[in-house]
């Protein structure tokens, strides 16, 4: 069975530091692509960052760069986000999720085949 879990949400204030993880099982993750994205409630999921099967390429959206980091660890079916000076607009359910297809220049959700079901993380400010 195909599963993606998401830990390490929270609460924390601006300025602060969360970390996620997205283990997963069922499947090998290092031939897949990787993405995390973000959904507020009225708002579409919005893709954050992105990674390629080997590492080689990773995307981040503008509102997150030189705060946001991807990253995975193959050999332990896991994959990253370090949040670093988050913002109160940085409140969501961000969402794990993996792709078979070429992502290209973006992170487009419309291409990723299998969702974790999300953790909370909330900026107060």
């Known amino acids: 069975q195909v599963q993606l879990v998401e830990s390490g949400g929270g609460l924390v204030q601006s300025g602060g530091s969360l970390t996620l993880s997205c283990k997963s099982s069922g499947f090998t993750l290092s031939v897949y692509n990787i993405g995390w994205f973000r959904q507020v409630p009225g708002k579409e999921r919005e893709g954050v960052s992105c990674?390629?099967?080997?590492?080689?390429?990773?995307y981040y959206a503008d509102s997150v760069k030189e705060r946001f980091t991807i990253s995975r660890d193959n050999t332990k079916n896991t994959a990253y986000l370090q949040m670093n000076n988050l913002k109160s607009e940085d409140t969501a359910i961000y969402f794990c999720?993996?792709?078979?297809?070429?992502?290209?220049?973006?992170?487009?959700?419309?291409?990723?085949?299998?969702w974790g079901q999300g953790t909370q993380v909330t900026v107060s400010s």
């Open positions: 990674i390629t099967r080997s590492s080689g390429n990773r």
């Open positions: 999720a993996r792709s078979s297809n070429s992502l290209g220049p973006t992170c487009d959700p419309d291409k990723f085949e299998a």
